[in-house]
């Protein structure tokens, strides 16, 4: 079992000190779209069928956070904090959207637009699963709300830890940039949690 | 353009309904054989959440499910109780297939209207719903 250790924690928010949009640029610099031949830089390196799955995965799998925190942000419009991590998780989700298209995943069957209709909803269905129970226990109360955010982090950070296995330096440092993005995420829903305690 | 025969949208489409059916009755024993282990292990995670969020004995013991056959027996018990209560029914209406490779399938269809897929791989001759499928390949 992986666990979320402080250090780790303060080591990858030191050493990366980027944020998602960062990432976003640094992937779409690495070679956005060269994923399909010729145009690949030199940082782009073959990737298992596995490897490229989990990739895809992984991408699909933000949109639940941005979801979650989008409709809770909407139920309790005094925390700010779900309005600014929504904006950090559009981004994350981005930029594992450009990493994938760098490895030539197609993801344009993937709806991931901000229209009303489009939020909250999954075409897969353990995805609905863990938005529909997030948003059932966050909208117990505004105390609740924080608490899934904090669960929904600790997740994520541990997914990507898993996916990361065996990753070459470029998806890494995606990788890497999303878990310490998610880190000060968890640490502004324990900050909300201590202020609502 | 791959064609998927008569006979593999039969078996998909017996899966699909067998899913919803196994997550109804709280079945999590047929549920796992429908499934690549690793999706099955995803989808219990999801499933649950709700009790991690609120027992964090169950989510050290969820945590460990992948690796421990005895934690995974707890946490299926469990699971498969909370189902069976909640007895959740859903509409399933066949949309279409779409071919990912040899290998794999999308299958798309409708629950309680709403439009929703789900990833098919071959291995050994034997389709399985495996949520990692959903990238086309050669």
Known sequence: MKTIKDNKRRDFIKVLGLGAIATATTAIAGGRGGGQGGGRSKQVTELTEHQLDELFHIFQEEKVARDVYITLGRQYPEEKTFAKIQLSEQEHMLAAQVLCERYGIDTSDVDISLTDDAIGQFELHEMQVLYNTCIELGSVSHFEAVKVGELVEITDIKDIEIASEGMPADVLRTYDNLKAGSYEHLDAYRNAMARLS | ?138
């Open chain 2, 1 to 138: 353009m791959q064609t998927i025969n008569t006979q593999t949208k039969e078996i998909l489409t017996k899966s699909l309904l067998s899913y919803y059916e196994t997550l109804s009755e709280g079945d999590l024993k047929k549920l796992a054989s429908l499934m690549t282990k690793e999706s099955y292990l995803t989808l219990l995670n999801a499933l649950g959440f709700k009790r991690s969020f609120k027992d964090k004995t169950f989510q050290q013991t969820i945590e460990k499910s992948g690796e421990d056959s005895a934690s995974l027996e707890i946490v299926e018990a469990v699971l498969s109780s909370d189902l069976a209560k909640k007895e959740e029914r859903h509409e399933i209406a066949l949309v279409s297939f779409e071919a990912k490779g040899s290998q794999r399938v999308t299958v798309h269809y409708s629950e309680d209207g709403h439009s929703k897929k789900i990833y098919f791989s071959a291995a050994s001759g034997t389709w399985k719903i495996d949520y990692n499928a959903g990238r086309k390949v050669a």
